[in-house]
Structures are given as structure tokens and as C-alpha cells.
């Protein structure tokens, strides 16, 4: 069956600039992940769902950051006002449920702030 | 492609006792490495990752892994364990400087008990 999937793959903008990231989900998969991966780095843990709520903020870098998920399916990750940093590898992940299952990692979407 | 087994899906250890939990590689370049934990309703979090040098690696937490080439193996292990250890880890392998096509092991459940 079809695997995680992320768009756009890649998104070039300039700072200051909103951007929404999307990633639709493994069907059936209830939970759901963001992380951030620069270059050379493992994966920083943004936030994740289980349902349509959002347990653990925890990983959000600043307030510009936010992410939602509705119908327990597809989640846009917004970046306002981004930043040079925040140029990174956007990966998302879902697994059946949270916490005890492996996750599957959609192909990321590559960001690069201007 | 490259590829991970971790060996035991689930661990039971005593509290104080040796933590050993095994990974296996398959990568037909030099890898990069990498053990991630995932405590309940929380998601992943990188404990630590070999990339070049040093093939015995610490991590956070007391954890440590040495990268076996010879037995393409990259062991994670703690001399002690503590309650709060208990939790889900994760192998990982990426065969790319940018970590865009990490592959996960199915995950080993570490218990420990009192």
C-alpha cells in the first residue's frame, strides 16, 4: 500500500515568508510525527498526534512553529515569519499508535529560507 | 538499500543489570549510525549516532555503542539499568551525509523490573 507522503519535496523561500508543509499519512495509522533533520543531524522531534490532538508540544523551536491535523488523517506543519535556521529536512512519520509501534518516515520535504 | 535488524523486539532486564540491545546493519557504504528513544506518548529522541571517528560512541543518559564494522553490528548497552530507562529504542541507518534516507529498526522494548 502507498507509504507516507510529504509535499512539496522541495520549497525555496525567502525569510520572512509563511510556509505550510503537508504530510499525508499511512491509512489506518493513527499517530503521526514531525521532525526536523539539518544537515549532518539526526532527527529533532518537533510534535506529535494521536488522533487530532497533540499530546506533546514539546519540540516546537519557537512560536512561529505550528502544526494541526484534522479528520485523524492529513497535518500541515506551518512555519511563520521563517527564518534562515529553520532551513532543514521536514520528515513526518505515522504508526499505527503511538509509542509502541515503528514509524514510518515520508520522504521529507526540503526547506531552504533565502 | 540499506537496511536494520534489531534483534529481540522486547527486553527485560533488572533494575542495576546490564542493558544490551542489539542492531544489525546492512549499508553497501560506510554508514552513519544512530540509536533513538521513544518514551511513552512522546516521540523520537536521538540518544547518539556515529557518523566518523570513534567507534565507541556515548550517548545521553549513561548509553553507549560501538560501531563493529568486522560484524556490521552497533550495539547499544548501559552497565546499570534505572526505572526510568524503560521505554522503546530505535537502530537506525543512513548511507547519506544528510541523513534524507534514515531507515529504522522495528524497535527493541526495554521493561525493567524493580
Known amino acids: 500500500g502507498a507509504g507516507v507522503s510529504q509535499s512539496p519535496s522541495n520549497k525555496v523561500t525567502e525569510k520572512g515568508k509563511d510556509v505550510e508543509l503537508r504530510c499525508d499519512p499511512i491509512?489506518?495509522?493513527?499517530?503521526l510525527y514531525w521532525y526536523r533533520q539539518s544537515l549532518g543531524q539526526g532527527l529533532e522531534f518537533l510534535i506529535y498526534?494521536?488522533?487530532?490532538?497533540?499530546?506533546?508540544k514539546s519540540g516546537l523551536p519557537s512560536d512561529r512553529f505550528s502544526a494541526e491535523r484534522t479528520g485523524g488523517s492529513v497535518s500541515t506543519l506551518t512555519i511563520q515569519r521563517t527564518q534562515q535556521e529553520d532551513s532543514a529536512v521536514y520528515l513526518c512519520a505515522s504508526s499505527i499508535q503511538a509509542g509502541s509501534e515503528t514509524q514510518y518516515f515520508g520522504p521529507g520535504t526540503r526547506l531552504l529560507v533565502l | 538499500a540499506q537496511s536494520v535488524t534489531q534483534l529481540g523486539s522486547h527486553v527485560s532486564v533488572s533494575e542495576g543489570a546490564l542493558v544490551l540491545l542489539r542492531c544489525n546493519y546492512s549499508s553497501s557504504v560506510p554508514p552513519y549510525l544512530f540509536w533513538y528513544v521513544q518514551y511513552p506518548n512522546q516521540g523520537l529522541q536521538l540518544l547518539l549516532k556515529y557518523t566518523t571517528g570513534a567507534t565507541l560512541v556515548k550517548g545521553i543518559n549513561g548509553f553507549e555503542a560501538e560501531f563493529k564494522k568486522s560484524e556490521t553490528s552497533f550495539h547499544l548497552t548501559k552497565p546499570s539499568a534505572h526505572m526510568s530507562d524503560a521505554a522503546e529504542y530505535f537502530c537506525?541507518?543512513?548511507?547519506?551525509?544528510?541523513?534524507?534516507?534514515?531507515?529504522f529498526g522495528a524497535g527493541t522494548r526495554l521493561t525493567v523490573k524493580p
Open positions: 498526534f494521536q488522533g487530532n490532538s497533540a499530546p506533546d
Open positions: 491509512s489506518g495509522h493513527t499517530a
Open positions: 537506525a541507518v543512513s548511507d547519506r551525509e544528510d541523513n534524507n534516507d534514515m531507515r
